[in-house]
């Protein structure tokens, strides 16, 4: 089993920053090697959307069109880790933000993909 906790989401005015962080544990996490952290964003009334993904060992990272140059994904093996730095916050990237867990070592966007997720932190952009 494993199990993703996501952390520090907030409230922030629209150019500021926010990091989150998705913290993997369990069995799993000392066993498969080979694996993709996905982020979704989820706001009410909409589609969860797929705002990122990185394989376990960089060798791929995907960003919505709508988050490119404004957030960097990335992660700490040895912590177990994944990190969604956000800059340049817009009032449209408001909505609750899901880290996921894959065993395979492909970035997708598709949430069915994925095979743990975290609870969620909220994010709202305003001013």
């Known amino acids: 089993q494993l199990q993703l906790v996501e952390s520090g989401g907030g409230l922030v005015q629209p150019g500021g920053s926010l990091r989150l962080s998705c913290k993997a544990s369990?069995?799993?996490?000392?066993?498969?090697?080979?694996?993709?952290i996905g982020w979704f964003r989820q706001v009410p009334g909409r589609e969860r959307e797929s705002v990122s993904c990185i394989t376990s060992r960089g060798s791929s990272i995907t960003y919505a069109d709508s988050v490119k140059g404004r957030l960097t994904t990335s992660t700490d093996g040895a912590l177990k880790t994944a990190y969604l730095q956000m800059n340049s916050l817009k009032p449209e990237d408001t909505g609750v933000y899901y880290c996921?867990?894959?065993?395979?070592?492909?970035?997708?966007?598709?949430?069915?993909?994925?095979?743990?997720w975290g609870p969620g932190t909220r994010v709202t952009i305003s001013s």
């Open positions: 996921a867990w894959a065993r395979q070592l492909i970035c997708s966007d598709s949430g069915s993909d994925y095979n743990y």
């Open positions: 369990g069995f799993i996490v000392y066993t498969v090697d080979n694996y993709a």
